[in-house]
């Protein structure tokens, strides 16, 4: 019988949306309080790959990514995402854009093997979590690079992607070490 460990903290990662580009500016100052410091960001793209938010966030949607310097526990997934949709339902009834909703957050979570999504729907391919959420495996890292799956949304496919979630795999892996105290290779240790 194999005993039972805890798993490594894991790299947060947050992805953002909205038509309004200061929205997306003011995201860092907004999710800091919460998960601390923000390590470093995505450059912003086009989100254009689906129709679905068309409805309720307006057209011309632009993304980032914001990678969180501190590690956090894997089981935290759930209740991180309870936070961000908080703060959405803070800007959707703020009344401040004409939007029902103004701005998008996603978080999820990175480690060396794979990127994970929260998500409030359920899918054959999804784990409930807890508190309405689940979690879906939407990257694997295989052969030094991230793949999607069947079900990974299009934006996540997109070659910009996958090298930034490699680069910030890069982080974590750094990061990991450092908090393990393990010296990286070809330090000398």
């Not at 409030?120 to 052969?143: P, V």
Request: aromatic share 12%.
């Amino acid at each position: 019988m194999a005993l039972a460990r805890l798993p490594d903290p894991v790299l947060l990662v947050v992805a953002a949306f909205s038509r309004h580009v200061p929205l997306l500016s003011d995201t860092c100052a907004v999710l800091e309080p919460l998960f601390g410091p923000v390590a470093f960001c995505s450059l912003l793209y086009d989100f254009n790959q689906t129709n679905y938010y068309a409805s309720t966030m307006g057209p011309q949607l632009k993304k980032c990514f914001l990678v969180f310097e501190k590690l956090v526990v894997p089981d935290d997934l759930a209740e991180i995402k309870v936070q961000t949709n908080a703060l959405e339902q803070t800007y959707a009834t703020g009344k401040l854009h004409p939007e029902e909703r103004p701005l998008n957050m996603d978080p999820g979570i990175l480690t060396l093997g794979k990127f994970m999504l929260a998500t409030t729907k359920d899918q054959a391919h999804r784990i409930y979590l807890r508190e309405g959420i689940y979690a879906e495996t939407t990257l694997r890292f295989e052969g030094g690079e991230f793949l999607a799956w069947p079900w990974t949304y299009a934006d996540y496919r997109q070659s910009c992607v996958l090298a930034f979630m490699k680069e910030a795999r890069e982080f974590y892996r750094r990061r990991l070490m450092a908090e393990k105290g393990r010296p990286e290779k070809g330090t000398g240790g």
